[in-house]
């Protein structure tokens, strides 16, 4: 079955650029999406089909996706996007989501 | 402005049969793939299955066997059954609208979830 890989946490300091990977195989050939969860809260879609933004989500998250390897790049990080951080693709004809990143703002 | 919102039973016992419902309020509904996923406690996300406006489903192949996805009746609800459910199915279960696009398929709105304990 396909799997997505996900770092399990990285860290930033506020104002500095947050970078998380996510790997699978092939992973540029498919469309990559990322959800941001704060604790205690439901997913928000950040950024879908690889590198667009939902209406509402601030500019500094940006994402790209090539080889195998999808990234979700948060500039000029804030406290408040101190959360956890999933990419999710369609594989094997079934949504597959990576295990989850937390990014601790310092 | 779409609202999702679950509906469930909150404690089951090993073996029963779970049901969930979430009612959905807002535009273009039927532009949208209807979805139920699931997160245990401290675990990532997993995604059980989606139906369409049109009644077409399609669920996660390893849990097949034991769930059905369904719409209401009006269609402004859709529903979940999980048949002999464990303590593995213990999670937060959320309802979400998503757009499928053939090659990609992503989860632009989602309920709050409503916690489901399986224990005897």
């Known amino acids: 079955s396909y799997e997505l890989t996900q770092p399990p946490s990285v860290s930033v300091s506020p104002g500095q650029t947050a970078i998380i990977t996510c790997g699978g195989d092939?992973?540029?050939?498919?469309?990559s999406s990322w959800y941001q969860q704060r604790p205690g809260q439901s997913p928000v879609l950040v950024i879908y089909q690889d590198n667009h933004r939902p209406s509402g989500i601030p500019e500094r998250f940006s994402g790209s996706n090539s080889g195998n390897t999808a990234t979700l790049t948060i500039s000029g990080t804030q406290a408040m996007d101190e959360a956890d951080y999933y990419c999710?693709?369609?594989?094997?004809?079934?949504?597959?989501f990576g295990g989850g990143t937390k990014l601790t703002v310092l | 402005q779409v609202q999702l919102q679950e509906s469930g039973p909150g404690l089951m016992k090993p073996s029963e049969t779970l049901s969930l419902t979430c009612a959905v309020s807002g535009d273009s509904l039927s532009n949208y793939y209807w979805s139920w996923l699931r997160q245990p406690p401290g675990k990532g996300l997993e995604w059980i299955g989606y139906i369409n406006y049109n009644g077409n489903t399609y669920y996660k192949p390893s849990l097949r066997s034991r769930v059905t996805i369904s719409l209401g009746t009006p269609k402004n609800q859709f529903s979940l059954k999980l048949t002999s459910v464990t303590t593995a199915d213990t999670a937060v279960y959320y309802c979400?609208?998503?757009?499928?696009?053939?090659?990609?398929?992503?989860?632009?709105?989602w309920g709050q979830g409503t916690l489901l304990t399986v224990a005897s």
């Open positions: 979400a609208l998503g757009t499928n696009g053939g090659s990609y398929y992503h989860f632009d709105y």
């Open positions: 999710q693709a369609w594989g094997d004809s079934t949504v597959v």
């Open positions: 092939r992973l540029g050939e498919k469309y």
